[in-house]
Structures are given as C-alpha cells and as structure tokens.
C-alpha cells in the first residue's frame, strides 16, 4: 500500500513563497496521476494542481502563481508556490489517482491521500 507523507508548509507572509513536497513509498509513482488539494477552515476540499504523464494542470485560482512538478527518481511530486495570498491558507493534500492515466479535478477519484500540511499567509 503507497504511503504520501507532504512537507513543506508553514507560515509565510503575503507574496511570499513555499515549496511542498509529496514523498511516495510503497509503490512507484512515476506517470501516475497524482494532484494537491487544499482545505480551508469551514469550506470543502479543492483541487489546487495536478501532474500526469502528458500534461499539468491548475485551478484558475493559482495559475501563474503555482507549479507542480515530480521528480521520478526520488518518487516525489513537489509544489512551489509564489507570490502567496491570504487566501491561500489551508491545509494543503497531496493524492494519487490509481485508476486511469489523466490528472482529474474531482477528489472522489483519487485513491490515496497524505496527512496534510498546514500552509499559512499572513497579510
């Protein structure tokens, strides 16, 4: 069974930036579907970026601002983000999708999740 264990959160003022990383064990993850969500407090769970073997994909809210990317050697996927806002605080979830090859934007689809980390923007 794949074990993602996320790193990299913390707390950051507004503009600022931080790097996630998502450690895969278990299984090898290369060219499997794999994404970041984020939770804020009292609202539901998001997409933020997801990662396959052809393509990457964004929620409009972080395009431009945000990038994922994996390094197969190391069977880790990361998450740099630049330029933070308030609004990006929460705590933010790495997942993989074992089912099909194509990134998807629906959290129902993916099959393992990591413990979280909090990433939060002070103004």
């Known amino acids: 069974q794949v074990q993602l264990v996320e790193s990299g959160g913390g707390l950051v003022q507004a503009g600022g930036s931080l790097r996630l990383s998502c450690k895969a064990s278990?299984?090898?993850?290369?060219?499997?579907?794999m994404g970041w969500f984020r939770q804020a407090p009292g609202k539901e769970r998001e997409f933020v970026a997801g990662?396959?073997?052809?393509?990457?994909r964004y929620a409009d809210s972080v395009k431009g601002r945000f990038t994922i990317s994996r390094d197969n050697a190391k069977n880790t996927v990361s998450l740099q983000m630049n330029s933070l806002k308030p609004e990006d605080t929460a705590v933010y979830y790495c997942?993989?999708?074992?089912?099909?090859?194509?990134?998807?934007?629906?959290?129902?689809?993916?099959?393992?999740w990591g413990q979280g980390t909090q990433v939060t923007v002070s103004a």
């Open positions: 990662i396959d073997y052809m393509e990457s």
């Open positions: 278990g299984r090898t993850v290369s060219n499997l579907p």
């Open positions: 997942a993989l999708k074992s089912r099909g090859m194509s990134v998807a934007v629906s959290d129902v689809q993916y099959d393992d």
